[in-house]
T-cell receptor, first 109, second 117 residues
């Protein structure tokens, strides 16, 4: 079964602390994974995708096929990073995304 | 950048009535549009995928006669919730993709909150 698991509903850290939002997936074949972010009262937007291997707003994510993980990391959290983060897996022939349950990141001053 | 709009942003209706939600791609041609549903504090669940000019593909468990999807042009898709009931109350979100490859980015609309009384 194709599935995305985000085990933490809430991650609360202080400004300047490192952040790791966990994502594990289940998929037979070569996965394509994404992180989406939703800031308060805004629409969902793409943060990064694993095939780009880029860093956006200081965030990075590495695909680990052995551990079937795609954790999102940032070395120093900022208050403006507070948002809902969704990990998503691309599935099927029509660009279909399977979303995890989401993790709310709260960065405190 | 690519912008997707939805109209209305919220709607309240009486049980038994039908509600139409529009999803538009404002500055690109959307070959594929997706409709999601999001319950409070839960993730997005894909309801259906529609390609311009063809019938929508519904996910398992989604009633196609209940949730009518039309993708008549490359910039507009509509979702009609027919004979709405309180259990249909939810946040409906559309996304649009302009490319023809599997990895083309989906751009999301702001969502429409439906409340059925």
């Amino acid at each position: 079964a194709q599935r995305v698991t985000q085990p933490e509903k809430l991650l609360s850290v202080f400004k300047g602390a490192p952040v790791e939002l966990k994502c594990n997936y289940s998929y037979s074949g070569s996965p394509e994974l994404f992180w989406y972010v939703q800031y308060s009262r805004q629409r969902l937007q793409l943060l990064l995708r694993h095939i780009s291997r880029e860093s956006i707003k200081g965030f990075t994510a590495d695909l680990n096929k052995g551990e079937t993980s795609f954790h999102l990391k940032k070395p120093f959290a900022q208050e403006e990073d507070s948002a809902m983060y969704y990990c998503a897996l691309l599935s099927g022939g029509y660009n279909k995304l399977i979303f995890g349950a989401g993790t709310r990141l709260a960065v405190h001053p | 950048g690519a912008v997707v709009s939805q109209h209305p942003s919220w709607v309240i209706c009486k049980s038994g009535t039908s509600v139409k939600i529009e999803c538009r791609s404002l500055d690109f041609q959307a070959t594929t549009m997706f409709w999601y549903r999001q319950f409070p504090k839960q993730s997005l669940m894909l309801m259906a995928t529609s390609n311009e000019g063809s019938k929508a593909t519904y996910e398992q468990g989604v009633e196609k006669d209940k949730f009518l999807i039309n993708h008549a042009s490359l910039t507009l898709s509509t979702l009609t919730v027919t004979s709405a009931h309180p259990e249909d109350s939810s946040f409906y979100i559309c996304s649009a993709s302009g490319g023809r490859t599997r990895t083309d980015t989906q751009y999301f609309g702001p969502g429409t909150r439906l409340t059925v009384l």
